[in-house]
């Protein structure tokens, strides 16, 4: 089969390598010579736990270089889901049960909308003011020491929005929405009570959540909670209380692979780091194309850019496409392009589309 | 590629229609010539809603026959979530704020254990004294009619124990997990409150729940529901509030058009119908196999048997595998045999099983 693979930018769920797709592709009938897919054996069985499940915990352990005092929690819903849990499962942690949000984009937004149901929401920062692509003043910051947690989104998707320092809180424990960062750059778990991330932009398909959460954090949730909403049911039960989201999981774990075989996180961090700065030159070297976030903030993930017209904006989304550069189409609040550039975006791709944004300038400038 | 696929008897995730696998490893880099994967696309382009969400609703409407005035919901969450949904979302519906419950087995337990923590839960019949294989006599039910709801596990995976005709609950809303059984017969959609269902059945892989509910059931939860624990959610959203599992729901189109194009329900329920009458025909004229469960109340979807010892069930379930009929294996509560023969176990698989039972039991009876 010929075919043109397309350089998708898709904000997620998002491009996969394609190694791990002909891996998948080649694995799809019969997985290890057993005369079935891996799609068609039970999250019970020693195949499933010894060949699937434990190998991609594992090798996420060995990727972010997660401490012995942290679980590796596999949890089948999408990401929204935690919106929930975490203030069901964490306000308790002190007395006062309220949790600090920093506010920097839709994301952490809906994330402080589903909590200020559950406690007292102290909203410690807000950039809504300057439409989320600049940084406050530090005398802005409104953090609580009483505070049961910190719950803030390191990474904006619509915006194109990143923290480049985890945010000092004194010992209130960091509760970080990482869905569209996570593995892309080293980080230090010792500084998080928990991770979360959902799997549709760095780790495959959607559909799956992982959430990285110190032994000291479970234990306290609410007591209505639903049992699977409880971290501590997935903890006891090492995420395996009902049947979850097997080829999820076994796509993580090509993913992590993959991952390894490249060199780990501190060998894409480098191809990250190449990728969007490479774009932003780009933009920052064109008078046609512009980048309106704060330049300390700009995310190494999802690049956003707008050209001198709507109309100029629509017509490169197009052309784009016929030059299979898909999905670079901007989120509808905003406008623009966007370019999410995740893990599994070749620098070819970057390239491709950075030749092609000159020649779009050439003709259209 | 050369190989032998086996007839895999899994309970769940379970076994995929062939073509249905074919089909998917035929698209999985190059979905629809669009030079990306269906995995690869936003849940909220035109190509994933007019070309996988909503032929897969309308397919599944076409196939149920389910009224107007249903909603069809896709829910990214494993099953047991709903085990806490149905009782935050409907316990509401009536003053008493109470539901009842039929423990029938395993999963109708599990269910009853969750909803206990919200409500007034009256068991209204239990078949737990006979080791959940027979029917207890009708003057054991105690219905109460002011329950909110009914709930009940038509189909017990474990026990393979089977309901084949509706409980009587006069105008008390009936809630089915029919995660074992929907789409294997034709149901009468309108005499349900709701239908839930697990996809890793008779639907697809794991990590998908589907549900039908009538329009006069939702906007009833407790105050503190999670946003994405709610029906009514779904419903505003088109069960798009957040990204859910377009895999699953992929794959679950998949289904329900090698279902249509098989002819239907009604032919899918002769095959098997057929099928389990077969397999049951050979396990009760043989004096080696006895299946425990009361005739009128044997599961279609997973046929229980036992040898004349615990050391020749192991054998069986180890020869069986060395001729590539797989996962035959009992749930390790009950141990013994249980062949599942889902809609996707061809008519073939219950054929080569029956042949090797003859066989084994010559061989050791």
Redesign the interface.
Same mark, same amino acid.
């Given at each position: 089969?010929t075919? $043109? *693979?397309?350089y #998708?930018f898709?904000?997620? !769920?998002?491009? +996969?390598p394609?190694v791990v797709?002909?891996r998948? *592709?080649e694995e799809?009938? #019969?997985w290890k @010579? *057993? @005369?079935?897919?891996f799609?068609? +054996?039970? $999250?019970r069985?020693t195949d499933f736990l010894k060949l699937v499940f434990e190998p991609a915990r594992e090798n996420l352990k060995k990727l972010l270089n997660i401490p012995e005092d942290y679980h590796i929690l596999f949890i089948?819903?999408?990401?929204?889901?935690q919106?929930?849990?975490v203030p069901?499962n964490f306000l308790n942690l002190k007395p006062h049960k309220s949790a600090d949000y920093l506010h920097t984009g839709v994301w952490s937004g809906k994330a402080i909308n589903?909590a200020k *149901?559950?406690g007292n929401i102290n909203v410690a920062l807000s950039t809504e003011n300057n439409q989320f692509t600049k940084m406050c003043s530090p005398n802005e910051l409104k953090l609580d020491s009483n505070a049961s947690y910190l719950h803030y989104t390191p990474n904006e998707t619509i915006h194109g929005f990143q923290f480049h320092t985890i945010p000092e809180t004194h010992n209130v424990p960091i509760i970080a929405d990482m869905s569209s960062e996570i593995l892309s750059r080293p980080i230090e778990v010792s500084r998080y009570g928990m991770i979360y991330a959902?799997t549709?932009k760095n780790i495959? !398909?959607? @559909?799956?959540t992982i959430a990285i959460i110190h032994k000291n954090m479970a234990g306290f949730a609410n007591a209505?909670t !639903?049992?699977? =909403?409880q971290y501590q049911t997935y903890i006891d039960s090492g995420s395996l =209380? $009902?049947? !979850? #989201?097997?080829?999820?999981i076994y796509m993580a774990g090509c993913i992590f692979e993959w991952l390894l075989n490249l060199g780990g996180i501190s060998e894409i961090a480098k191809i990250n780091q190449r990728k969007s700065q490479k774009l932003y030159d780009a933009i920052d070297h064109s008078s046609f194309y512009r980048n309106p976030v704060q330049k300390e903030f700009r995310s190494q993930m999802n690049v956003i850019y707008y050209l001198p017209t709507v109309e100029l904006d629509q017509l490169f989304v197009k052309e784009a496409q016929n030059n $299979?550069l +898909? #999905?670079l189409k901007g989120h509808k609040s905003i406008g623009g392009i966007r370019a999410s550039i995740y893990n599994a975006m070749p620098e070819k791709g970057v390239d491709v589309l950075i030749e092609f944004m000159q020649e779009f300038e050439r003709k259209y400038g």
């Open positions: 089969m075919f $043109h *693979r397309a #998708n898709c904000a997620g !769920p998002a491009t +996969i394609e797709l002909e998948v *592709r799809l009938l #019969n @010579g *057993r @005369g079935s897919s799609m068609e +054996i039970s $999250h069985s089948t819903t999408g990401t929204s889901h919106f929930a849990m069901l589903e *149901r559950y959902g549709q495959g !398909p959607s @559909g799956l209505l !639903p049992t699977l =909403y =209380y $009902h049947t !979850p #989201n097997t080829f999820g $299979h +898909i #999905n």
